[in-house]
């Protein structure tokens, strides 16, 4: 079993930064792969970005590519989340999940891990 807890979401104005973090506990946080997923009302979970289980390789979803940045501290069993250039449509629920494929990191049945969430909102 692995327990995951988001903080840092919040309200920030459209341009403005956020950085999100997920500490997770229980089993070895190192064996796991670790998404970042967003759901706005009434939309399906999407993915947002991935990172390998030893921060080498990293995947973006190409609406945030170049202004999100997924990164790891596997001593502080953490995966974080930076949110630069917001812009309103990335308002949503931000979750971060553990999986412990490789592949179709995108799909959120990869993901036996799900932290609860964490609200940010983006004001125009």
């Known amino acids: 079993q692995v327990q995951l807890v988001e903080s840092g979401g919040g309200l920030v104005q459209a341009g403005g930064s956020l950085r999100l973090s997920c500490v997770a506990s229980?089993?070895?946080?190192?064996?796991?792969?670790m998404g970042w997923f967003r759901q706005a009302p009434g939309k399906e979970r999407e993915f947002v970005a991935y990172?390998?289980?030893?921060?080498?390789?990293?995947t973006y979803a190409d609406s945030v590519k170049g202004r999100f940045t997924i990164s790891r501290d596997n001593a502080k069993n953490t995966v974080y989340l930076q949110m630069n250039s917001l812009r309103p449509e990335d308002t949503a629920v931000y979750y971060c999940?553990?999986?412990?494929?490789?592949?179709?990191?995108?799909?959120?049945?990869?993901?036996?891990?799900w932290g609860q969430g964490t609200q940010v909102t983006v004001s125009s």
């Open positions: 990172i390998l289980r030893n921060g080498d390789t990293t």
């Open positions: 999940a553990a999986s412990v494929t490789y592949t179709a990191v995108y799909d959120v049945r990869r993901y036996a891990y």
């Open positions: 229980g089993r070895a946080f190192s064996g796991y792969g």
